[in-house]
């Protein structure tokens, strides 16, 4: 309490609804040796990688496994336990060669036989998989075999080429494809505890209060720098503490007191007070989200373009973005992050707000002032105050919405169901610009989530999963927003930034586009 | 006695059916799927239904709901759907702190009430009673937790006194605990004292004009006397019906207090729980919650004849 | 007695103010606002109090006076349905459960039982859940939440009346139980239930700003006191009048609400000389 | 005055009485100039009707004034300590040890929460310090004095579980435990019917000469001056009227006030007319027998309880007939059965003939308006919130009368009972006899041809009851209904009824003319209940 007016002065923020009360104790019980604590917002729901899983679950996971590629800082894939690869000509064969160096936290070397044993568990239906469904008939390609003609080599073989395996295999939301030793489950196949090969163990586990890592002493890192999820993964502690702390006001308490060393992923209003603090190092970086207005092309009233568009053109995205993100985001018209590679002139070009040309096409589009539905929820702050400024800024030019605010769970409903007239979604990082238009592009009749359904944007989006080709890529993704800014079946408005806040006795923390915390190589001095 | 205690506790097992029934009913009609909030906004069909087949949400709700109820009968709440543990675990840990909570504040607010509703009404039209009167006015005007809010900027911010969020299990550290729990329990005992020194006020009047009181007086008893023997037990009695009530309400759960105080109680894992749908949660904090009205609202009976023993003859 | 009419005087002397200056306020915004409640300035967040914006702007540049003088409209409009409903509804039941006893009691008082068993918050958060953010489903939830203690309330007056002998002479001139309800039990219930409904009406109040709180009340933008206040919170420091004018708004009328209710309360009390 | 009683034990001197606060400025005292004495072991009564102070008096005397009012001026001497100028503590050491003090209602007299041996020890502790088998010994002896039945079970019992007789007998018990100088005793059996109340008060005068206590009694009731006083002190609306023996009070009053009061005694020969046997009988109750269902259980109903056992009654047209009984005698389930108030568990009752059970619609809405009922509690039977209009319009909401005719007969009738203005108030805005009056004219409005009524005049002072009963009288002589007049006071019986019918435990045990009745009666119940009724004595002693 002798800080009280260093409190005083940080805090005025009083968001709440958390424990900070369990971090301290989870501090004050720590084990010996350097610890690094770290916040999570929520519990993480489960050790198994890929499955039962959510953004904090990866993170803790990919701390643990890893795969045979991971994804380098641009989504690239990099070797990871492969050393190398090679794909035949007819873009169907991958050759993979092992690491001869690697071993399990249990000390079994890492052999073909583990890695076998763990794709082919990642392809049964019963293990739940999250990116099964890449490898079914919708997907990007099935799985025709695993072989390995000597210990240290896997050969997998696809019924067709598939230009984006290896981006898929490396996914944060596939648990990274992690290859995991047999003895991760029991006999019966049930799941005991991830054993890996990652720079860190699993440890203790305590819900509602913390996630422990131990320093895995036998990990022999790559050589090179960290890049990604690739590189050279050094464990610089002994033990990483994910404390779950939900009520940001507490977790900033703790930060200032020394009770948290990292805090990341805040809202922007939550920056309140901590930036510019000496003892504190503030981080920004942007990321490959999306917010973005979605619109029901199926709705009698909006299937008629002239009212989107209007209704885009009320909207000054710089303006919002400004005020929501409080400076920290980026305005972006494009489903292509501002942060990735293919962002390019094309993507740039941001949508001048007229609100009297929006009047024009209201009134041309017969649109006699009825109320339209806006959905939105309080998943985050961003959210609910995008939905505010757009109802605010479409009143300019005549146009009614009517804010019905739901609770997460009402929210992902309708959005999977395609029950709205617009609503407010922000998406998670996706790393390919194909994944970013994947988002939209769909057939409503087989997926109602998906808000554009053209012959001619499903066909381009087709192209650009079946090319390598980054140039001609660049092409079909411009074309596509254009069409996209054209036919607006959506209003994307803009990326934002991952905002973390360290102690400035962190060494080596950097934050990253994937927006999900990595902490080796990060040190206490 | 025991019989009495037995027939009170059949004549609630309807209501308790009801309360089952209609909870059952009502979280399935809120729109949204657990299976959905657990695996996200990219989810597959396929995984979906995967989710709902381990979770039983795909069978018909009757055959969901006596499946439930039987368990819930041999005391098994089954599991939560975000956390995977126990559901009675889950709710009695949550349940002790806003019932250590609850009990504090609201026997701090009794005795509040008890003395500033007694000397008020003994004083009664004095400046003192005014004083008494209009503050306990004045706090039954002031939403909970924009006093919580008040507090916190006071004590926990502008002068730093106390913790201002969350919360230590007693296992942890027992000062500690008691360090956080103060700001929760003193605002609960200022919201709830209002209501309760009104009515010991009202009560404490009617029962000063009667003439047992002034019998007692005629006695030559002193004023103190008076009033601890023989209009205290006697003008407690109503107020302490209207304690049960608040103590079967606020163990039900504090959710705007322990928000504002960052808690993990009762009302926190209620109301998180809805929002995330987790049913199993959901039914089994309602079925709790129903449980400890009756219960409590029973001892409150059972209490009563101490205070007014003409209620024994049932 | 002297005592009671100086109190009565003191209730009415603050509560009638009050309550007044709420009203007035409520009348001018009919007419006039400084600003539009509702307009956003996103060049002018969380402006302090001055002389363009008497109480400042909140984080969208949005005027705080005008935001809470069309806030006191709804939150005055959805206390007053919610207490309307809960009246009315209650005042049927309780005189039903009252007057024919027997099962129809034990079943309306096993119902209100299993309302009340719920936590009041948790049922109106379902319930809003189930129907949509609306006006109207916080009305339905309040109402539904409060509903039982009214039932209970005209129930135990009922009960307490029916025995007086009036009612006997009531049914002794022929009355039928109709008439003898709505001409002899009725106007001696209401007198309670008016009490009550000004008591309602501040937890209406208090419980729509506890529900915009857990950020399920009215939806937006249209303000009320409660989500005016719920939406400060992460401005407390850096802005506190966004969280002070609010707050002292649901404070002053609930405090006036309430004096008035006592004032009525003795006023109405017929054992009064 | 009293100059004759050297050392008084109790001497008021200027005694003036005040209510506070702004409102009642200037207006006049409660009490004014209150002087009188009481000698050690006198026995002297305050009579007077409510408003008169009496109760404000001998509250004074212990300085326990209620709120809001004030004693302004004059002395109170206890055996010549002025006591209005002792401390609180000095005070608290004279009340209950020196100066007892019995009130009215006994079922709020008594602290409900605590046991009987707890109130009993409170006083005993504080004054006289004794050990607690000491206090034990003392309170049971005291109990058997009063002639509770096992009084170390009483001990632990609570108030509640006792009659309000016993309870009395308990509260004296209380008070007379700590042997006070002076009992003040107001209105102490006011609220007990006729058996009790005598034996209460031969308890009290003999507890209280064994104690050598004085006693004042404060009382509105002149029989039991006249039976248990040697002196008394009239006072009329915080005025002193008389002082003097009780003889001299009674036979020759000098007050006109008191003359009044002296001449409200029932006195002379019944009042009411026989009818002859060939008048027609407007009510025929046969061997009726009425119970009240038990409380249920939780799956079955109760076991019925019968409080009317086959009891034969005739009413004939124009005349009035007199019910008597204690309570619980069942004379009130009776009124309420012939009413068709309350269903016969057997036997028959027949209005104009015919049965009422089997009555059709018309002949009830017939019944309803000819037979009436006028109930003892003022303050209840009427419904607070109507006006008096109202509440007499509403016999007649059923009769076929076009609402100039309703409103005429309503006021015609008003004015008959004397409150021709009265019918824009609100019945808290009257007083007890005016309410009652109201009643009366609710009755009467619809022309019955039966009226029952069900003690109309218990909760009324004495003066205000003659007013009432002659009212009463003129208006039966008037529209010559039948009259059903229940009561437990035999005082009225004779002011009003020709014939009476007395009651216990639900059978008739006596019926006869009046005079025949009070002059022999055959039953010792009668002759119980007669010899306990004080006012007749005192109607006896003034001739």
């Not at chain 1, 198994?48 to 679950?57: F, I, K, M, V």
């Not at chain 3, 009725?186 to 729509?208: D, I, K, Q």
């Not at chain 4, 700590?178 to 058996?195: F, G, H, R, S, V």
Request: hydrophobic share 45%.
């Amino acid at each position: 309490m002798a800080r009280s007016s260093h409190v005083a002065h940080v805090l005025g923020t009083l968001a709440v609804s958390g424990a900070l009360a369990l971090g301290l104790v989870a501090w004050q019980v720590a084990a010996a040796g350097t610890v690094l604590r770290a916040r999570f917002k929520s519990d993480i729901v489960s050790t198994s990688p890929g499955t039962r899983r959510d953004e904090n679950t990866d993170a803790v996971l990919l701390h643990v496994v890893e795969g045979l590629v991971a994804s380098r800082e641009d989504g690239s894939p990099a070797p990871m336990l492969a050393s190398r690869w090679t794909v035949s000509a007819d873009g169907r064969i991958y050759t993979f060669t092992l690491r001869p160096d690697v071993i399990f936290h249990n000390g079994a070397p890492l052999t073909a036989a583990e890695v076998i044993w763990s794709l082919q568990r990642y392809l049964k239906p019963q293990t739940r998989w999250r990116c099964l469904a890449e490898f079914g008939e919708h997907g990007i390609a099935r799985v025709a075999s695993i072989t390995a003609p000597d210990p240290h080599t896997v050969i997998i073989t696809l019924d067709r080429a598939a230009p984006m395996f290896l981006t898929t295999l490396v996914r944060a939301d596939c648990g990274g494809t992690g290859i995991l030793h047999p003895d991760s489950v029991d006999a019966d196949g049930n799941w005991r505890a991830p054993i890996g090969t990652g720079p860190y163990e699993m440890g203790e586990w305590r819900h509602n209060q913390f996630v422990e890592l131990n320093r895995f002493a036998r990990y022999s890192p790559l050589p090179g720098a960290r890049d990604g999820n690739a590189g050279g993964k050094h464990a610089l502690v002994d033990h990483i503490r994910f404390l779950i702390i939900p009520d940001s006001s507490a977790a900033r308490a703790a930060l200032i007191r020394g009770s948290l060393d990292i805090l990341d992923n805040l809202a922007p209003s939550e920056l309140t007070g901590i930036r510019g603090r000496p003892d504190l190092e503030f981080q920004q970086v942007p990321i490959l989200d999306c917010y973005a207005l979605l619109i029901q092309t199926r709705d009698p009233l909006l299937s008629d373009v002239r009212l989107r568009t209007a209704i885009a053109l009320t909207i000054d995205t710089v303006g919002l973005t400004k005020a929501i993100t409080w400076g920290t985001g980026t305005a972006d018209n494009s489903p292509i992050p501002v942060a990735s590679p293919f962002h390019g002139p094309v993507e740039a070009h941001l949508r001048k707000p007229d609100v009297g040309e929006a009047r024009r096409l209201v009134r041309a589009a017969g649109y006699d002032g009825r109320a339209i539905q806006l959905v939105t929820s309080r998943r985050d702050p961003q959210m609910f105050d995008i939905a505010v400024v757009i109802q605010a800024m479409a009143a300019e030019a005549g146009i009614h919405l009517q804010i019905d605010t739901v609770d997460w769970p009402a929210h992902l409903s309708l959005y999977t169901v395609g029950n709205y007239q617009l609503m407010v979604q922000s998406f998670s990082a996706r790393l390919d610009p194909t994944l970013s238009f994947g988002i939209f592009i769909g057939d409503k009749r087989e997926d109602p989530r998906k808000v554009w359904d053209t012959p001619r944007s499903r066909e381009l989006l087709g192209q650009t999963m079946a090319s390598a080709d980054s140039a001609a890529r660049q092409a079909l993704f411009d074309t596509l927003t254009r069409d996209f800014l054209a036919e607006v079946p959506a209003v994307a408005l803009f990326n934002s930034s991952r905002l973390s806040v360290v102690r400035s006795n962190v060494t080596g923390y950097r934050n990253w586009t994937a927006a999900q915390q990595r902490l080796w190589g990060v040190g206490l001095n | 006695m025991l019989s009495y205690i037995c027939k009170r506790l059949a004549l609630t097992l309807p209501t308790l059916v009801l309360v089952s029934i209609a909870v059952f009913l009502i979280i399935r009609l809120i729109p949204g799927d657990p299976a959905l909030v657990l695996l996200g906004e990219g989810a597959d069909g396929a995984a979906l239904a995967g989710v709902r087949a381990d979770l039983g949400l795909d069978r018909p709700l009757p055959v969901q709901f006596v499946s439930w109820l039987q368990h819930a009968l041999r005391g098994d709440l089954g599991r939560s759907i975000v956390s995977g543990e126990p559901v009675a675990g889950l709710i009695l840990q949550r349940f002790g702190l806003t019932a250590a909570v609850v009990l504090v504040a609201v026997t701090a607010a009794t005795l509040i009430a008890a003395a500033a509703g007694l000397t008020a009404a003994w004083r009664r039209n004095s400046a003192l009673d005014l004083a008494v009167v209009g503050t306990a006015t004045v706090v039954l005007a002031i939403p909970s937790f924009w006093l919580g809010l008040v507090l916190l900027l006071l004590f926990g911010l502008k002068l730093g006194w106390l913790p201002f969020v969350g919360y230590i299990p007693f296992s942890e550290s027992a000062v500690q605990a008691l360090l956080f729990l103060v700001m929760p329990v003193v605002t609960l005992t200022i919201t709830e004292s209002g209501v309760l020194t009104r009515m010991m006020r009202s009560s404490s009047i009617d029962v000063l004009q009667l003439d047992y009181v002034t019998h007692a007086r005629a006695k030559g008893l002193s004023e103190r006397v008076v009033l601890t023997r023989h209009v205290f037990p006697n003008a407690f009695a109503p107020t302490l019906t209207l304690v049960g009530l608040t103590l079967g309400h606020l163990l039900g759960g504090i959710a705007v207090i322990e928000t504002v105080f960052t808690l993990p109680g009762l009302g926190r894992l209620m109301v998180d729980s809805v929002l995330a749908r987790d049913y199993p949660v959901v039914q089994g904090c309602l079925l709790f919650t129903a449980v400890v009205y009756v219960v409590v609202n029973l001892l409150v009976d059972l209490c009563y004849p101490l205070f007014d023993p003409r209620v024994t003859a049932r | 007695m002297m005592g009671r009419v100086g109190h009565v005087g003191l209730n009415a002397l603050v509560g009638i103010p009050l309550v007044g200056s709420l009203l007035v306020t409520i009348g001018i915004g009919l007419f006039w606002m400084p600003y539009d409640p509702i307009a956003i300035d996103l060049a002018h967040p969380l402006g302090s109090p001055g002389l363009h914006h008497w109480f400042g702007t909140d984080e969208f540049g949005r005027d705080v006076l005008s935001r809470s003088m069309l806030g006191s409209r709804i939150s005055v409009l959805i206390a007053l349905a919610t207490v309307a409903v809960a009246i009315t509804l209650g005042t049927a039941l309780g005189l039903l459960a009252g007057y024919l006893r027997g099962w129809t009691d034990r079943l309306l008082m096993m119902m209100t039982d299993a309302v009340l068993a719920f936590p009041g918050i948790l049922l109106a958060l379902a319930l809003i859940a189930v129907f949509g953010s609306s006006d109207g489903s916080i009305i339905l939830a309040l109402s539904t939440a409060y509903t039982p203690s009214v039932v209970r309330v005209v129930r135990a007056t009922v009960l307490s009346i029916r025995e007086r002998e009036f009612i006997e002479a009531s049914r002794s001139v022929g009355d039928s139980p109709l008439e003898t309800i709505v001409h002899h039990i009725l106007p001696n219930v209401l007198p309670p239930v008016v009490v009550l409904a000004t008591s309602l009406f501040g937890w209406a109040m208090l419980s729509e700003s506890a529900l915009s709180f857990l950020g399920v009340g009215v939806p937006p933008p249209a303000p009320t006191w409660g989500n005016m206040l719920s939406q400060s919170r992460p401005y407390m420091d850096v802005a506190s009048w966004l969280s002070i004018v609010p707050g002292l708004c649901i404070a002053g009328t609930l405090l006036g609400v309430n004096l008035l209710g006592d004032a009525l309360r003795d006023w109405l009390d017929p054992r009064k000389t | 005055m009293s100059a004759s009683l050297a050392t008084p034990l109790l001497r008021l001197t200027g005694v003036r009485i005040e209510a506070v606060g702004r409102a009642r400025a200037g207006s006049a005292p409660l009490l004014e100039d209150l002087s009188f004495d009481v000698a050690p072991g006198e026995f002297v009564a305050v009579v007077g009707e409510s408003g008169s102070g009496k109760t404000l008096a001998a509250r004074s005397i212990l300085n326990l004034l209620p709120e809001g009012v004030r004693r302004v001026g004059g002395r109170i001497e206890l055996e010549g300590r002025d006591l209005t100028q002792l401390s609180g503590p000095e005070m608290r050491k004279v009340r209950g040890a020196q100066i007892g003090m019995v009130f009215q209602e006994p079922m709020v007299s008594l602290n409900p929460a605590m046991t009987i041996g707890r109130q009993l020890a409170e006083g005993l502790q504080l004054h006289r310090r004794l050990s607690g088998d000491e206090i034990r010994r003392q309170s049971l002896a005291m109990l058997e004095r009063v002639r509770i039945t096992d009084p170390s079970r009483c001990l632990s019992a609570f108030p509640h579980e006792f009659s309000g007789g016993m309870r009395q007998r308990i509260m004296l018990a209380a008070v007379l435990l700590l042997k006070p100088k002076l009992l003040i005793a107001d209105e102490p059996t006011t609220a007990l019917d006729t058996l009790s109340q005598r034996e209460v008060l031969e308890l009290m005068v003999e507890l209280a000469h064994d104690g050598g206590a004085a006693v004042l009694l404060i009382t509105h009731d002149l029989g039991l001056v006249a039976r248990y006083t040697e002196r008394a002190i009239v006072l009329e609306k915080g005025r002193l009227m008389e002082v003097g023996t009780t003889r001299q009070i009674l036979t020759e009053p000098q007050n006109p006030y008191t003359q009044r009061l002296v001449a409200s005694l029932p006195r002379g020969s019944a009042a009411g007319t026989a009818v002859p046997d060939s008048a027609q009988v407007v009510v025929q109750v046969r061997n009726a027998c009425i119970g009240y269902p038990g409380r249920p259980g939780l799956w079955r109903a109760g076991t019925p309880t019968q409080v009317v056992h086959g009891v034969d009654l005739d009413v004939r047209s124009g005349e009035i007939v007199a019910i008597v009984g204690a309570s619980g005698s069942g004379k009130t389930t009776l009124g309420r059965a012939i009413l068709d108030l309350k269903p016969l568990t057997a036997g028959s009752i027949r209005f104009d003939g015919i049965e009422l059970a089997q009555m059709t619609a018309a002949q009830r809405k017939q019944f309803r308006r000819a037979a009436q009922l006028v109930f003892q509690d003022p303050y209840s039977s009427l419904n607070p919130r109507l006006r008096v209009r109202d509440i007499v319009a509403a016999t007649l909401r059923h009769a076929d009368i076009d609402p100039a005719a309703r409103a005429a007969r309503v006021d015609a009738v008003l004015d008959e009972v004397g409150l021709a203005s009265f019918g824009d108030r609100f019945p808290h805005q009257m007083s007890g006899g005016q309410r009652q009056r109201v009643a009366i004219a609710r009755a009467v409005v619809s022309r019955p041809r039966l009226v029952v009524a069900d003690e109309p005049v218990s909760a009324l002072d004495m003066t205000i009851q003659q007013q009432v009963l002659a009212l009463f009288r003129k208006l039966q002589a008037q529209y010559g209904f039948a009259c059903l007049f229940i009561t437990h006071d035999l005082a009225v019986v004779r002011q009003i009824a020709a014939r009476v019918v007395v009651m216990s435990g639900g059978v008739v045990v006596e019926e006869g003319p009046v005079p025949a009745v009070f002059c022999d009666p055959r039953h010792e119940y009668t002759r119980e209940l007669l010899a306990a009724t004080p006012a007749l004595e005192a109607a006896a002693l003034v001739g």
